[in-house]
């Protein structure tokens, strides 16, 4: 058996909740990129500040985790994704600008919507990723708007 391991023990984690039945996502937020909620009236945070400290910081300051409600309607989409999505830089050193990339690509289903961004990463970065990436797309079902498949994960 080796040393003991040092250096960070806790990690960021995003929770989130969609119920068909009530119209509400609901999101539980330790420390994590908060999600984007894309809908028809555009793209936004999902983020009102009160974002709880990364698992396992949370028991030394003894803050309570906080559930968040937002209104989430047929045919929005929720995107939950890493920082190294975020963190992406083109050459030039520029952050890649998430928040603004979905509104210029109209509603997509959730597995082009994750594809698009994958190809707009790599764009951006010139075909030089740096750190790892992860996301998730999720969309309550509108007739046939965000068929199919519902969720699609990129990673």
Known sequence: MGPPLRGERF????????RADDGVVRVVNCGHPP?????????REL???????????GMLGGDPYHVEAYAFRPGDQ???????ITETRDPGGAFYPLQRRP??????????LLRRLHTDLLVHSKDRLQDGIAALAACLLADEECAPGGGTALG
């Open 78 to 84: 929720l995107l939950l994704y890493t920082d190294g």
């Open 47 to 57: 983020d009102r500040g009160r974002s709880a400290p990364p698992l396992n910081l």
């Open 35 to 43: 999600p984007l909620l894309i809908g028809p009236d555009g793209v």
């Open 103 to 112: 509104r210029s690509w109209g509603s997509l289903p959730p597995d082009e």
């Open 11 to 18: 990690v960021t984690a995003v929770f989130a909740e969609i």
